[in-house]
Structures are given as structure tokens and as C-alpha cells.
């Protein structure tokens, strides 16, 4: 069973200075297909450190982030006084488990964090938890390219085989095979009414910041690797010099966010 306060353990501080920023166009589509204004409430499930949370707190009056990692919500809270924003909460919790008043918010985003959670259950309770005009933006990364050619399915064939076929999901989880796409999920549940938007990125990385990112992930965090750790980064490292000798590596594709809306028939 996925314990899911070790899947990220250690991760914390590397996920807050290398998680790959999202585009602001994805910030303002929110903004705009939600109908959100400086009196609206968002909640932020899987929240990690704040990155979408803290964007989004400069356009609406309140941002709950929730995340079962207490140290994601220890650095999450450092981040927003480093940063200055007062109008957002963090809170460690898993989604299943969230207790909040009906009705309470306008938005629920789970930005790359969807497939940890028992999505039906999840959306589920967010229909509760949603004002009946609420939304949920479901959010995924899709890379399509990488320079120098096939380094990134190269580092992630690597490390599946370092980690003995499967990828982890901390100490002696695997990470779990959907059998059902997000929006599969989503047409499944009240909020059937699907909109889909794709903003494209473009994302250079150092080696250095590209070890770093690796340490913010599940198959690279440093409580998941132990005393393995720096076995595992000499070993990439070698793989990533062998594309390129000057560490310089380039990544490009699009942010998937899906948008649903209760659909006619929900009884709400």
C-alpha cells in the first residue's frame, strides 16, 4: 500500500527550487473559464510547495492547499512568507480524508497528482465541496520533445532499471498503473461537462538543476533512495553527460489541463 506521506520523502526543498514553472497563460485560462474574482475560494489538492497556489492566490481572495507530505506543506508555508502572500493556508492531508463545509470553494485544481489519489472517491467528495457552479481543473505535464534527441526516455529507462523494472513510489511502494485515463475519470463523475486546454512550454535545464528536479520526484527522492542516493546520481549523471559532455539539455511540450463542469442530471 502507498503510504502517501513517504512518497516524497526528502523531496521538499528540491521541489521547491526545480519544479518546472507552469506558463502564466495557464493561470489566466483558469481565471477566466472558472469565472473567478477576488472574492472567489480555490482549493489546491496534491499541492507540493505551492505552485499553483501561490500564482493563483494573486487573483482570487483565498487559496486551502492540501498535501499529505508535511514537509511539502513546511516548505509551502516558507515559500509564502519568503514571497509575501497571506491569503493562502496550507494544510497536510490526503484528498480522501479532507473534511470541509459544503459548498465552500469555486475551484479545485490537482496539478500532476491525480494518479496518487483514488480519483473517484476524490471527486466524489469534491462535489460536495464545491459551490454548485464550482469546477475542477485536473493538470498534467506532456513532454514531446527533448534536445539533445531521446536523453529524457533515455534518464527514465535508466532509472527504471535501477529501481529493478517498475518506478517507485517511496520505501517499497509502485507507482500504480491507471486503468483509466483522467478524463475518463472525469466524465465518470458530476463534473462531465469537459473542457481541455493545452498551453505549450519550452524548458531549459543544467544538469545540475536537472539532478535537482530528480530529487524533488518519486524516483529520485533522497528518503525513497536512502544510502543509495548517491549511487543513483553519479549513475545519471554519467548517462546524462554521455548526450551532452556540456550538461545542457532542453525539454518542450504542453500542460493538459482538464476542466469540468457538473453536467445537466447531477441533481445539483
Known sequence: MLVASEIFSGAAPYYARHAVPYPEDVFRSLVRLCRLTTSSRVLDLGAGTGQIGLPLAQSVAHVFSVDPSSEMVEEGKRMATTLGVSNLDFVVSTSENLQLPASTFDLTTVALAFHWMDRAAVLTKLSQILKPDGCVAIIDRVREHSEPSEWYEAMVKDITDFWGGSLPAGPGGVRPLLKQSHREVLAASDFNEITELRHYYRYHWTIDDLLGWLSSTAMGAPGTLGPRRERFLTRIRQL?????????????????????????????
Open 240 to 268: 546524462l553527460l554521455s548526450y551532452s559532455p556540456a550538461g545542457s539539455f532542453m525539454d518542450r511540450g504542453h500542460i493538459t489541463t482538464l476542466i469540468g463542469y457538473r453536467g445537466k442530471g447531477t441533481g445539483l
